[in-house]
């Protein structure tokens, strides 16, 4: 078990409970940007709020021009 390094929620993380079968988050979409001061891992709840949030966001450099 680990403690969720956004909200301290406590959750399994296969990785770091040295698991022989992958990590739940391998399932998600890989090559996701985390924010600079993220260290450690995010609970579920947590990371696909930030997928969600990504995902919804327009591409950088496109929007309303200025």
């Given at each position: 078990?680990?403690?969720?390094?956004?909200?301290?929620?406590?959750?399994?993380?296969?990785?770091?409970?040295?698991?022989?079968?992958?990590?739940?988050?391998?399932?998600?979409?890989?090559a996701?940007?985390?924010?600079?001061?993220?260290?450690?891992?995010?609970?579920?709840?947590?990371?696909?709020?930030?997928?969600?949030?990504l995902q919804?966001?327009?591409?950088?450099?496109?929007?309303?021009?200025?």
């Open positions: 078990m680990t403690n969720c390094a956004r909200c301290g929620a406590v959750f399994g993380c296969a990785m770091a409970d040295g698991a022989a079968q992958p990590c739940w988050c391998t399932e998600l979409p890989p996701v940007a985390l924010p600079r001061e993220a260290v450690g891992c995010w609970c579920p709840a947590c990371l696909r709020a930030h997928i969600a949030a919804s966001e327009p591409p950088a450099g496109i929007g309303p021009a200025a």
